[in-house]
């Protein structure tokens, strides 16, 4: 049996803790390593770090990048719009 991802909330918490809680929770589901889950999102393994201890937070605009990346990454190809 096959376990597919749920998706991520299409938009990430605007306060530090929550973003960290966030990010750390959507590493955990696709079960990647700092270093790993950084290339998926064509950031570096320490802003990774900084951002799942709630030392940094990216702007709004980076914040949502990041969940169209990871929306991207949980929707099958077929389900994807044109």
């Known amino acids: 049996m096959t376990v597919t ?13 929550g973003w960290a ?7 955990a589901r696709l079960c990647l ?3 790993q889950f950084a290339a ?4 570096t393994g320490s802003t990774v770090s900084k951002w799942e201890r709630a030392l940094k937070m990216p702007d ?6 990041v969940a ?4 991207d990454y949980f929707t099958p190809p077929r389900a994807r719009l044109p």
Do not use: F, H, K, N
């Open 60 to 65: 709004r605009a980076r914040r949502e990048q």
């Open 21 to 27: 809680q966030w990010i750390s929770a959507q590493r």
């Open 5 to 17: 991802p749920r998706r991520p909330r299409a938009i990430p918490p605007d306060y530090p803790a």
């Open 40 to 43: 998926l999102l064509g950031y």
């Open 68 to 71: 169209v990346r990871l929306m």
């Open 33 to 35: 390593t700092q270093e």
